[in-house]
């Protein structure tokens, strides 16, 4: 069975300050990754994704993840936020025999402020 | 293209009543997954469908059951609602990526 740890429910920042939103797994077998946003009464929209070859992925809206095996980490990352990234932040993963079966962290809360 | 469609947007509903959610993929995409969001957490699957065939179900009881049409659209059915039923049900269809597209989601208020 696979898991996933958001390690911070609320982050807070500046704008245009950098932010590192973090992400743990667990699993016994290789994982598809994924970072999905949702905004206020949404759904949720898909950012980047990770299923194998280079460990660094971009994504829309200047996001990126870098998948980190030893660690089982996939932290997302973005140089510099705006004020319209402030949104909920969730960290998925899937077996690869499984995708369709998305199992979620409890998210993240970004919070940029002017 | 159209995403994912939902409907309706919002329902409420007692204790005890019958509810039936239903979810239009993206054109092309054959599989369609529902998830239950809880305010606060991270959506928790309920149920996978591909090609009119559960392929696969999440930790929910009985009185959770959906199907899909030979169109590829799926209904969510959720029977005897408790209070803890009350959530965001959100819909997803799959490409062929491996990439899951959500729908808005409809809210569920049971009373």
């Known amino acids: 069975a696979q898991s996933v740890t958001q390690l911070d429910s609320q982050v807070p920042v500046f704008e245009e300050a950098p932010v590192e939103l973090r992400c743990n797994y667990s699993s016994s077998v290789s994982v598809y990754l994924f970072w999905y946003v949702q905004y206020p009464n949404q759904g949720l929209q898909l950012l980047l994704k990770y299923l194998s070859g280079s460990t660094l992925v971009k994504g829309i809206n200047g996001f990126e993840a870098e998948f980190n095996k030893s660690q089982t980490s996939f932290h997302l990352r973005k140089p510099s936020v705006h004020i319209s990234d402030t949104a909920e932040y969730f960290c998925?993963?899937?077996?690869?025999?499984?995708?369709?079966?998305?199992?979620f962290g409890t998210g993240t809360r970004l919070q940029v402020f002017p | 293209d159209a995403g994912v469609t939902q409907s309706p947007t919002h329902l409420i509903k007692t204790r005890g009543q019958q509810v039936t959610l239903r979810c239009s993929p993206i054109s092309g995409h054959k599989s369609v997954s529902w998830y239950q969001q809880v305010l606060g957490q991270g959506p928790q699957f309920i149920f996978q469908?591909?090609?009119?065939?559960?392929?696969g179900r999440g930790n929910f009881p009985d009185r959770f059951s959906a199907r899909q049409f030979p169109n590829y659209s799926s209904e969510l059915n959720v029977n005897a609602l408790l209070l803890g039923d009350s959530a965001l049900y959100l819909c997803?269809?799959?490409?062929?990526?491996?990439?899951?597209?959500f729908g808005p989601g409809t809210r569920l208020t049971v009373t």
């Open positions: 469908y591909y090609e009119k065939e559960e392929r």
């Open positions: 998925a993963v899937s077996a690869p025999y499984n995708t369709d079966k998305l199992i």
């Open positions: 997803a269809s799959r490409n062929r990526d491996y990439e899951q597209y």
